[in-house]
């Protein structure tokens, strides 16, 4: 059986190269964000009063963003999708499972613990960026201004809530290519460990 490891944390430039180290390194990263795309049906995002969000009959993830974070509408988003994003996460989750001769699956999510998503991880890891990097990733990324102040005053405060729920932390500085690669193997052998303790 395969362990499932949740990263999440406040989004960030340091969470993207700790992902590019797992893959370069054998492993399947899921990402929850391009599982939720997939689930994003025009009807309702017209049922959720957002329609200005369509362009071209098709779902504008940028202009999606804005508006969810603008007026803290994101989770009713989420509510109109959840059960899909968990069909597909299983079927994903099943058809690696089956093809890597690796017993860690890694699943990215920055709402893990708002979601429920972090039900499906066996641990979680919370990476924590500087908070000038994760302003200056939303503003190249698209995000407007209003939607980063959202972010800032309502998103964040509520999401360190979550962080003492998560099993490991990497903190990202100036060193990311050094330490957080060293405290990312650390933390796989730690639940290989556990796998072979279960054995």
Known sequence: MKKIVGLTGVSGIGTDLIIRFLRLS????????????????????????????????????????????????????????????????DKDIELISAKTDKDIIFLNCSAMFETGINSKCNKIVWINNPLQDFMQNLSEKGYSMPAIQGIF???????????????????????????????????????????????
Not at 32 to 44: F, Q, V
Not at 54 to 81: H, P, Q, T, Y
Not at 163 to 190: G, P, Q, W
């Open 26 to 89: 054998g492993y399947y990263v899921i990402e929850a964000n391009n599982i939720a795309h997939k689930c994003l049906y025009i009807s309702e995002i017209k049922n959720c009063m957002i329609d200005e969000v369509i362009v071209d009959n098709k779902v504008n993830r940028k202009l999606l963003g804005n508006v969810c974070f603008e007026n803290a509408d994101e989770m009713s988003v989420w509510n109109v999708m959840k059960e899909r994003f968990y069909n597909i996460l």
């Open 153 to 199: 005053k309502r998103i964040i405060p509520e999401r360190f809530n979550f962080k003492n729920k998560a099993h490991y932390t990497i903190n990202v500085d100036n060193d990311i290519l050094i330490s957080s690669k060293v405290i990312m193997r650390t933390i796989i052998k730690d639940v290989l460990k556990e796998n072979v303790n279960e054995g």
